[in-house]
């Protein structure tokens, strides 16, 4: 009896933990990590790329939290997710989202939540300002994706 009750309680915080993201994730405008880029409304394209890393970002950094919380059910979890977001947002720009989201995944996982440093590079890369204004954004980047990540840890339940 203990066993189907831990099952049912695993299986109703695996669920909850989808919801809260998949509504975190809705609910997210970016636009305090698009004033920290300095990107404006009328830098179309730029803007419309940033929105789909950062998207992509927050679901690697949703995985991140996933591992810590669920080890043994996080690759699942995120299949069950992107399966849902997929069919839900069939959209060209979702789908590069969900892609960009196993890259930077493929970033964050060999050090975990200890250094968010290759995401911040990769994603102060897409600007061409000086080597010394590219290390300020990215330092800017990394602690703006780890504060990003423990509110999304924190918001896992």
Excluded: C, V
């Amino acid at each position: 009896m203990q066993g189907a009750a831990e099952n049912f309680e695993a299986e109703s915080a695996e669920q909850l933990a989808l919801k809260n993201f998949a509504a975190l994730l809705a609910d997210t405008d970016f636009a305090a990590e698009l004033e920290l880029m300095g990107i404006g409304r009328m830098q179309f394209l730029l803007r419309r790329q940033m929105l789909m890393e950062w998207r992509g970002l927050y679901m690697a950094l949703w995985r991140l939290a996933l591992e810590k919380s669920f080890p043994h059910d996080a690759d699942a979890m995120f299949a069950a997710f992107a399966s849902r977001y997929r069919d839900s947002h069939p959209d060209k720009l979702s789908g590069a989202s969900l892609r960009r989201a196993e890259e930077y995944w493929a970033m964050l996982a060999p050090a975990g939540e200890t250094d968010f440093n290759p995401a911040a590079r990769h994603l102060a890369s897409f600007f061409g300002n000086s080597a010394h204004a590219l290390r300020s954004l990215s330092l800017k980047l990394a602690l703006h994706i780890r504060k990003t990540y423990k509110n999304i840890f924190d918001r896992l339940l």
